[in-house]
C-alpha cells in the first residue's frame, strides 16, 4: 500500500521520501498521486536553476518547417539555417502517421499507469538488461537537487531482443514509433550534412550518424510548487539528432544563443521537435548547435513526451568531420570514444553545456 500524504511528508524523514521514489519504483508520479501538497525539500532546486519567467520570450522563434518537399532546396536551406542557428526546430508533414504519435503516447500513458512494482522491475538494480532501465530524475546519486521527472529508458538493439526485453505494456507502440521514424531522420541527415560537403553518406558515415538509437519515453508529473524545481535542468544532449514527442502540454524551453533568454517551444498538433545534439555540434567542428533546453514542472498537468536520441554507436570515434576540415578550418574539438563522453554526461548532474566543453581542444 502506497503511504499517504501526511506519513510521507509530516511525520517521516527524507530518506523515506528516497525510498519510496528511488527504491521502492514509486517515482514522483507516485509522489504526486498521494495528493503531497508541498514540495519535498530534495526537489527545491537553487534559485539560479529555476527558470524565471522574465527570462523568458514570449513569441513562437523556433522555425516550424514543412518537410512535405525534401527536395526542394529552400527546405534543405531552412533546415540547416534553424541547426546552425537555433540547434532547434519543429518540422510538419514529415510522413510520420498521426496515428503512429498518437499509440506511442498511449504506450508511454500504459507504462506509467503501471503498479511501482511491474515499473521497478526494469530499474537499475532490478532490469536483466543495461539496455532497460526505469529511472527518476536524471543521476540521482550525483544531484544535489533532484528533478521532477520519471522516464523508461530503451537502448534498441534489435527488433528481437526489444520484443523480448521492453516492457510489454509499451513496446509495441515504442517500435512502431521507431520504426517510422527511420526514413525522416535519413532524410534530415543528409540535408544537414550536404552543407558541411557530406555529398554521399556512406555505411561508415551512417554508422557515425545513426548508428545506435535510444528512446526515452519521460513522464513529468503535477507538481506542488512547481516554480522551486524542474522538470528536466538545462543540458544538451548527447545525440546526433534527437526526434523528439511532446503532448499538447509545452513546458521545453530552449536557450536563445543570441541573448541568452529562454524560448517556449510550443506544442504543435503532429509536429515532431529536431533537436542537434553534441555529437554533430563536435562533427561539424561548432557550425550545428546543441543548444542547452529545459523542461519546467506543472502544477495543474500531467506530461510526457518522447525523444528518439540518434547517436554513433559506442565504440565510434566521434571528432571534426575530415571534410569540414578540409577547407584548412582549424579543429576546436578532440577525437573522443563515443561511449567515454556519454559516459562522463550521465555521471554528473544536469549542468548546461558543460560535456561538450570537456570535448574542446
Ligand atoms: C535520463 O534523463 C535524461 C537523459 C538524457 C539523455 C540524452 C541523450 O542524448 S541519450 C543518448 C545517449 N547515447 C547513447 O546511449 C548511445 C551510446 N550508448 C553508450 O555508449 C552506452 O550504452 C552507455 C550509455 C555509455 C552505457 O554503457 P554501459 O557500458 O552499459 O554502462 P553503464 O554502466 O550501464 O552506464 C554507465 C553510467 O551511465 C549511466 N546511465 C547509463 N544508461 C543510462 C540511462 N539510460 N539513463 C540515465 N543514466 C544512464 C549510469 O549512471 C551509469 O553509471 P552507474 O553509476 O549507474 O553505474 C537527457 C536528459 C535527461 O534528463
Ligand atoms: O520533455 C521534453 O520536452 C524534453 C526532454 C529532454 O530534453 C530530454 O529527454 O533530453
Ligand atoms: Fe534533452
Redesign the pocket.
Known amino acids: 500500500m502506497a503511504p499517504t500524504m501526511a506519513e510521507l511528508t509530516n511525520t517521516q524523514p527524507s530518506t523515506d521520501i528516497s525510498d519510496f521514489v528511488l527504491h521502492k519504483g514509486h517515482g514522483v508520479k507516485g509522489l504526486s498521486e498521494t495528493g503531497i501538497k508541498s514540495l519535498p525539500k530534495q526537489y527545491v532546486q537553487p534559485l539560479q536553476e529555476r527558470l524565471c519567467m522574465t527570462k523568458t520570450v514570449p513569441q513562437d522563434s523556433i522555425p516550424v518547417i514543412d518537410i512535405s518537399n525534401c527536395d526542394d532546396p529552400n527546405v534543405a536551406d531552412a533546415i540547416c539555417n534553424a541547426a546552425e542557428r537555433w540547434g532547434f526546430f519543429q518540422i510538419v508533414n514529415h510522413g510520420v502517421p498521426l496515428e503512429v504519435l498518437d499509440n506511442v503516447k498511449q504506450a508511454t500513458h500504459r507504462f506509467f499507469g503501471l503498479p511501482a512494482h511491474e515499473k521497478n522491475k526494469y530499474s537499475?538494480r532490478n532490469s536483466c538488461s543495461?539496455n532497460v532501465?526505469y529511472?527518476t530524475s536524471?543521476?540521482p546519486?550525483a544531484e544535489k537537487a533532484l528533478?521532477w521527472?520519471d522516464?523508461l529508458?530503451l537502448?534498441y538493439v534489435s527488433d528481437q531482443e526489444a520484443s523480448a526485453l521492453w516492457p510489454p505494456a509499451c513496446k509495441d507502440g515504442v517500435l512502431e514509433y521507431m520504426r517510422n521514424s527511420e526514413t525522416v531522420i535519413k532524410q534530415l541527415l543528409k540535408m544537414l550534412m550536404k552543407r558541411l560537403s557530406v555529398n554521399e553518406i556512406d555505411e561508415p558515415k551512417q554508422h557515425l550518424l545513426m548508428g545506435?538509437r535510444?528512446i526515452?519515453i519521460n513522464y513529468y508529473p503535477i507538481c506542488p510548487n512547481p516554480e522551486l524545481t524542474v522538470g528536466?535542468g538545462r543540458?544538451s544532449?548527447?545525440?546526433t539528432l534527437?526526434f523528439l514527442l511532446q503532448d499538447d502540454i509545452g513546458g521545453l524551453y530552449v536557450r536563445d544563443l543570441q541573448d541568452d533568454s529562454w524560448i517556449h517551444v510550443p506544442p504543435v498538433k503532429g509536429s515532431i521537435v529536431i533537436n542537434v545534439?553534441d555529437a554533430l555540434q563536435i562533427m561539424s567542428n561548432g557550425r550545428y548547435k546543441s543548444v542547452e533546453h529545459r523542461v519546467v514542472a506543472n502544477g495543474t498537468k500531467n506530461r510526457i513526451s518522447v525523444p528518439i536520441?540518434v547517436?554513433p554507436r559506442?565504440h565510434d570515434m566521434i571528432g571534426p568531420s575530415p571534410e569540414v576540415l578540409a577547407t584548412g578550418e582549424k579543429a576546436i574539438y578532440k577525437q573522443l570514444l563515443?561511449?567515454d563522453y556519454?559516459?562522463y554526461f550521465?555521471?554528473k548532474a544536469?549542468d548546461g553545456k558543460a560535456t561538450v566543453d570537456h570535448a574542446k581542444i
Do not use: C, I, L
Request: proline fraction near 3%.
Open positions: 537499475k543495461n532501465r529511472g536524471f543521476s546519486q528533478e521527472k522516464y529508458s537502448f545506435s535510444r526515452n528536466v543540458h544532449d548527447v545525440s534527437t545534439g536520441f547517436n559506442p563515443y561511449s556519454v559516459k550521465f555521471r544536469h
